[in-house]
């Protein structure tokens, strides 16, 4: 079940960190987070494992990256808050069962 390439698509070219004074800071996630690395190819990084859990409301999800350069490992966190309400829009509606 390693899927690599879903992993690669899960990850978003991009997040949104937040910033305790300046709100968000949009930053690309195609790079090497590690010190002293300076990689931004973004075929020197490898997505190899995901974990998921909910806290509190937020869904989270850590994606484990190794890096061909510096050959290290980092993991991006991404969290989502759950959604409350829920939209009726882009619901795959189920025909009740009766
Ligand atoms: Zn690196």
């Given at each position: ?25 949009k ?52 969290e ?19």
């Amino acid at each position: 079940m390693s899927d690599k390439e879903s992993l690669r698509v899960e990850i978003l070219e991009y997040a949104y960190i937040s910033l305790a004074r300046r709100g968000m800071e949009k930053i690309s996630l195609d790079q090497c987070f590690l010190k002293n690395c300076d990689n931004k190819d973004i075929k020197l990084l490898e997505p190899f494992k995901k974990v998921e859990y909910e806290e509190k409301n937020k869904q989270i999800k850590e994606i484990f990256i190794r890096c061909k350069k510096c050959e290290g490992i980092f993991i991006l966190k991404l969290e989502n808050l759950k959604r409350v309400a829920k939209s009726t829009k882009d619901d795959d509606e189920e025909p009740l069962s009766m």
